[in-house]
């Protein structure tokens, strides 16, 4: 069930490679995610996961292998290439600005102008329609300041800003990592709701709880390499975990 | 948001309830529906630390009873005109001050700035170049402004710490200010004198008339209430949330009583020998100068940056700003504007010379911004915070010289009136992050 199943996914890795100096951080990523989709990708510390998100965020170029955006050979310059196609990734640091409010957040670098200055009017209808899309209602005003949010109200802008930018593709390292179990659960309604609208979502995370009630797939890295790709319903707790630890399974549910 | 929700889908429940620090965050017009609930809100951010100008005003006003009950001299219009005059530069000063610390550089080349500024306006306007007035300021202003493009370029591309190499600028512009003294054969003892028909003259040294003050006052007025009813009533029209009708109302009364006063006041007979009545230029130039700058930082894109920077650069650069660009524009503003700090230095002295005190100079910039609530890590003031700032160090100074004082003992006060300010900032601060 390693391979091929992901003919029409939006986004598709094939045996990417990559090192940094004599380590070999990824040696073979063959992964596929699906546009309306969360996929999860799980493995131990020093896997690769981070390595391969920032490959797709455009932030290292591959040493070998196939990147594939809607079935099409891509090559990802830079950031601003990635971001171009769609690819918005949030970092665990979240990249927001504290002293600005949550409108001002969403909207850096893309601000909304009229007769060359900030409409700011303009702005603020469109960061609401954007969270009451997403239902995020637990923020008081748009306008206060991001320093007063919760860990899971600033995940959640970070989110809108994504999806206001129109990605098709969001990355997700670690989004629960900081967070209490309501504030977690939170989030993991708000990706739901992300892929139930039709983006591909992928999911970095180390807390299989959280991969067993979000995602649509599973993806395991071991040591560089990833080692398996399938429906959630294709696992248990037990064979991912083995996944991650020794890179095989020897009671896996079922082979695709 | 919820407030400004209609329709409740029905997994959402109500919102939760703040907690104070929560609450003590938002701007008191984002949480209020009426006048009431505004000055609830704003009390709440008085007591949560994030006061905003509130307490630098009790400040100010304090200080003012205190000077009033030693000198009943002090609240004379003559003393409080005089006074306005004084806090002219450094208002100026601190807002080119103001531009680095929103994005936690610093600049301590903005004194000997002024100082070159000065000097470059008066060689271009006295004889024998002869330029007109204000093509010698557009000179002058540019000439500084370049300076803080090469200091901008220095600390940006060569990663320089800001403090080195602007406190380098401190010393190569007062080289560079004697350089043009010294080439100059008129400029006897590094002196040059403005001629009292320039305008650069009479910006401090002359007064609007009376009924001039009055029409001017009247515009303004007219102006910023129509601005400001019209903002209200457009978001509302957008289905935003505005102020309070109440509150709007409110500001608009206090400002006009505020500009009457001002107006009266300075309109008032201020000289015991001749009549010397009316609004002196220099404040609408300096009031001018605050609204452009709060403006450029409150409704452009390159003001929303230079917060943005200020407070998280790696976030601001992962949102495609440019944020070596936008450093290097606020070491520029400082130049200009210390240039136009230099044209109010110079029109005070009726004259130019090389004993402008440059060090001294910077240092009341820094402390007109910090003390009117500038932070100094970035990302946090505004321009009014200078205004306030150089206004309280002009009372301080003006009133401590009614008392007799000597000036070692004013600048003593000046210093303990920064360290309170600061230290009163960092206090309220801690008390709101422990909670
Ligand atoms: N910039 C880098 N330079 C050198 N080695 C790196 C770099 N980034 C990651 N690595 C190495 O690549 C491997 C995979 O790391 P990473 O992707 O961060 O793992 P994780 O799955 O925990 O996110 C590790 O051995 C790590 O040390
Ligand atoms: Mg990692």
Redesign the pocket.
């Known amino acids: 069930m390693t391979t091929t199943e992901g003919n029409g996914a939006l986004l598709s890795l094939r045996g990417v490679k990559k090192h940094?100096?004599p380590?070999q951080?990824l040696s073979d990523v063959t992964l596929d995610i699906p546009a309306g989709q969360v996929t999860a990708l799980a493995?131990d510390?020093?896997?690769?996961?981070?390595?391969?998100i920032k490959t797709i965020a455009g932030l290292w170029s591959p040493d070998g292998g196939e990147i594939l955006w809607d079935g099409k050979p891509v090559h990802l310059s830079g950031p601003r290439a990635a971001e171009a196609l769609g690819i918005k990734t949030i970092y665990q640091d979240l990249a927001l600005c504290d002293n600005l409010d949550i409108v001002q957040n969403m909207f850096l670098g893309h601000e909304h102008l009229a007769h060359r200055l900030l409409d700011e009017d303009s702005m603020e209808t469109k960061a609401r329609e954007t969270l009451k899309e997403l239902r995020v209602t637990t923020v008081r005003s748009i306008r206060q300041p991001v320093a007063s949010l919760s860990g899971g109200q600033r995940q959640s802008v970070a989110v809108a800003k994504a999806v206001m930018a129109n990605a098709k593709l969001v990355i997700m390292d670690e989004p629960t990592a900081a967070l209490g179990v309501s504030q977690t659960r939170m989030v993991l309604e708000l990706i739901k709701r992300l892929a139930a609208g039709g983006v591909a979502v992928m999911l970095v995370s180390h807390n299989l709880n959280d991969v067993f009630e979000v995602a649509d797939r599973i993806a395991v890295?071991y040591l560089?390499r990833l080692v398996v790709q399938g429906p959630v319903s294709e696992f248990t707790p037990q064979t991912a975990v083995e996944y991650m630890t020794t890179g095989t399974a020897k009671h896996a549910v079922q082979a695709a | 948001m919820t407030t400004e929700q209609t329709e409740a889908t029905p997994d959402e429940g109500p919102a939760p309830a703040l907690s104070e620090t929560e609450l003590a965050a938002m701007a008191p017009e984002v949480l209020a529906n009426s006048l009431s609930e505004y000055l609830l809100a704003l009390w709440r951010r008085v007591k949560g630390g994030e006061s905003g100008m509130l307490p630098i005003i009790l400040g100010l006003v304090a200080i003012v009873v205190f000077f009033q009950i030693e000198r009943s001299s002090f609240l004379t219009n003559g003393n409080l005109v005089n006074l306005f005059e004084e806090a002219a530069i450094y208002v100026v000063l601190g807002a080119a001050e103001t531009f680095v610390l929103l994005l936690s550089e610093i600049d301590l080349s903005i004194g000997y700035g002024a100082g070159v500024g000065a000097f470059v306006i008066a060689e271009m306007i006295a004889p024998p170049i002869n330029f007109p007035w204000w093509l010698g300021i557009l000179i002058g202003v540019a000439v500084v402004g370049f300076l803080g493009l090469i200091q901008g370029t220095l600390v940006t591309r060569l990663g320089l710490p800001s403090f080195i190499v602007t406190l380098g600028g401190q010393l190569a512009f007062l080289g560079v200010m004697e350089l043009i003294a010294n080439a100059d054969p008129t400029a006897v003892g590094g002196s040059i004198q403005i001629s009292p028909s320039s305008p650069v003259y009479k910006l401090v040294l002359d007064n609007m008339s009376p009924a001039l003050g009055w029409i001017v006052l009247a515009v303004c007025l007219v102006l910023f209430a129509g601005l400001r009813l019209n903002r209200s009533r457009s978001r509302r029209a957008r289905g935003l949330h505005a102020e309070p009708l109440g509150v709007t109302l409110l500001t608009i009364a206090m400002v006009t009583v505020a500009g009457v006063l001002f107006v009266y006041v300075c309109n008032n007979n201020r000289s015991p020998l001749a009549v010397v009545r009316g609004v002196p230029w220099v404040i609408p130039f300096v009031l001018v100068i605050i609204l452009a700058y709060s403006w450029l930082l409150s409704r452009t894109r390159t003001g929303r940056y230079i917060y943005a920077v200020g407070n998280n650069p790696e976030a601001a650069r992962r949102a495609g700003i440019k944020v070596d660009r936008i450093i290097i524009f606020a070491f520029v503003m400082a130049g200009v504007t210390a240039a136009l700090a230099g044209l109010i230095y110079e029109s005070t002295q009726s004259s130019m010379a090389t004993d402008i005190d440059g060090g001294q100079l910077v240092l009341f910039a820094v402390a007109a911004a910090v003390i009117g609530g500038t932070a100094l890590f970035g990302g946090r003031g505004r321009m009014v915070n200078a205004l306030l700032g150089g206004l309280i160090i002009a009372v301080v100074y003006d009133g401590l010289a009614l008392m007799g004082v000597a000036v070692a003992v004013e600048n003593i006060a000046t210093a303990i009136v920064l360290i309170a300010a600061v230290a009163l900032d960092a206090v309220v601060r801690r008390r709101s992050s422990t909670r």
């Open positions: 940094f100096g380590v951080a493995g510390n020093g896997a690769g996961k981070s390595v391969t890295m560089g």
